[in-house]
């Protein structure tokens, strides 16, 4: 069995430049950040700043170079001036040395460097940095993107805020600070299923005429309250029970906080490694680089090229990964006449025939917030069942409706997510047909909102929650990535078979469904770092 030495981790994809050494441990770190004199980010700057440091950072930290046994660097996603200084001189130093050279995924490093620091198992991850909002978990050898945003990521947008401010670079912890004096207002709250955007947000807290701590209280508030919601439904829909928490957004005190609740009220256990690996860092890129080359997994100098754009579901995970005993059974739960059942939001009771949707406050949010929510989505829940029914789309019907609980029919069978079928799919894609059609979305279209009805075999519509009327193709185009997300999450070796059913159903039942299916993919492809 062959022995690794030491690891040289290259990390620079945005404004920190750092380099680490690791073996059985972390032996050394160091960073050089840039930091830009007025506004954000410049690539071109950066990449310059990192070019210019480069070897100086590298000599205080190489003493011994025959003891390095491998080179590993942030191949992606990034800034691509930034990534292609970084890769350029990880080629020269491992062509140097006669070592092989590793290319690691960025935001698998956060998530390995977190899992190490910790010593979380199979956890759910927010990972929550400047250009990226990610809620991922491991399934099936690979990092599954379970949501994420649709536009711009949580770092970069309180940076957006701050720079309206005139805080310096990064805004981050200053809004923390002069969040603690505020009180709250409120501010629009997009959770669209699993994904979430913010740019609405941003600019509605920069645009608020309140005095500038309310407005940090707020957008602090409603932003992670988005984050910790979306991962609490990942954590349901995907049976886990850790949470752990990576990326520079991380180190927010408020953020641990609400995510420590929100794990305390479901039983779970909460992560977060220390200050120095949360952060972009080469510890990451250094021990993610172990991992690989213990397995096998190295990268031929000719076939080294950046990838802005890289995902972390791209990245077949050949390490080994302890995964929880009940990978296989959250997948395809078996189904058991139960007295209730409990989601993310809401708690459902069934007796004699009836479904007794309550929804449940959360601590984690403030109270004002909580509130709104709670009234608001059961509101509108039983306004568009009422108006999907009457669009011909299969959905319980309503017998009795409160400020917080929806009583209505209890249908009898088996979720989608316990019998992926081709013809299921199908069901499920002429249904959702016919909901765009009566205008309709329904937000949180997954494998766990759709029943397969025993008496007729009909797929029924569940779980309005985030649903909302609106015309627009990008909203169908959400609906739909969003249940293509779970397909992909849960059953990553059927799913494209499975997309191709439900589509053959959705264009049989709407008129626009080639528009939409075409906005789908564009969603798809859209690069997170922004």
Request: glycine share 10%.
């Amino acid at each position: 069995m062959p022995v690794f030495g030491q690891i040289l981790g290259l990390e620079g994809t945005a404004w920190n430049l750092s380099a680490a050494l690791f073996d059985s441990d972390l032996i050394a770190l160091v960073s050089k950040p840039y930091r830009p004199v007025q506004g954000g980010i410049h690539p071109r700057e950066a990449a310059q700043h990192h070019a210019s440091a480069m070897r100086d950072l590298i000599a205080s930290l190489v003493k011994e170079p025959e003891k390095i046994t491998g080179v590993a660097f942030s191949q992606g996603p990034g800034l691509g001036p930034c990534l292609r200084t970084v890769a350029t001189a990880a080629r020269s130093i491992a062509l140097a040395l006669d070592v092989p050279l590793i290319g690691v995924n960025h935001c698998v490093a956060h998530v390995e460097i977190g899992r190490f620091a910790t010593g979380c198992l199979d956890p759910v991850v927010l990972y929550a940095s400047g250009a990226n909002t990610q809620i991922i978990g491991y399934l099936n050898g690979r990092y599954r993107i379970f949501g994420e945003t649709l536009d711009i990521g949580i770092g970069n947008a309180l940076d957006k805020f701050a720079r309206a401010k005139a805080f310096p670079h990064p805004g981050g912890p200053l809004i923390e600070t002069r969040a603690k004096d505020g009180h709250y207002i409120e501010l629009p709250y997009t959770v669209k299923g699993m994904d979430l955007a913010f740019s609405g947000l941003i600019s509605a807290a920069k645009d608020a005429r309140v005095p500038l701590p309310d407005a940090c209280y707020s957008l602090q508030e409603t932003a992670f309250a988005m984050c910790v919601e979306v991962t609490e439904r990942a954590m349901s829909l995907a049976g886990k029970s850790e949470v752990l928490l990576v990326g520079g957004v991380g180190a927010n005190r408020r953020l641990q906080e609400m995510l420590r609740i929100m794990c305390e009220e479901r039983g779970a256990r909460f992560f977060v490694p220390e200050q120095r690996y949360l952060g972009d860092n080469g510890a990451m890129i250094a021990y993610t680089g172990k991992l690989m080359l213990e397995s096998g997994v190295t990268l031929p100098v000719e076939r080294s090229q950046i990838n802005p754009s890289f995902r972390s579901d791209e990245v077949e995970v050949t390490w080994g990964h302890n995964v929880s005993s009940q990978e296989s059974a959250h997948r395809h739960p078996a189904r058991k006449k139960i007295e209730h059942k409990q989601g993310a939001e809401a708690i459902v009771t069934f007796r004699e025939g009836k479904a007794e949707k309550h929804r449940l406050s959360k601590r984690y949010r403030v109270p004002e917030l909580d509130r709104r929510l709670i009234s608001e989505r059961t509101r509108a829940e039983a306004k568009l069942i009422a108006l999907s029914r009457k669009g011909g789309v299969p959905t319980p019907f309503i017998i009795d409706i409160t400020g917080d609980t929806i009583v209505m029919e209890q249908v009898a069978g088996p979720l989608l997510a316990q019998c992926l079928t081709g013809p299921n799919l199908r069901k499920t894609g002429r249904m959702t047909g016919d909901l765009h059609a009566a205008g309709i979305v329904h937000g949180d279209l997954t494998t766990s909102n759709v029943i397969i009805r025993s008496d007729d075999n009909r797929a029924v519509l569940i779980d309005f929650g985030l649903a909302q009327v609106t015309q627009e193709i990008e909203q169908r185009g959400v609906d739909i990535h969003v249940l293509f997300q779970t397909l992909e999450s849960t059953d990553p070796d059927r799913a494209g078979d499975l997309r191709g059913s439900f589509i053959r159903g959705y264009c049989e039942t709407f008129g626009g469904a080639r528009e939409v299916i075409a906005r789908e993919h564009e969603i798809e492809l859209r690069g997170r770092y922004l």
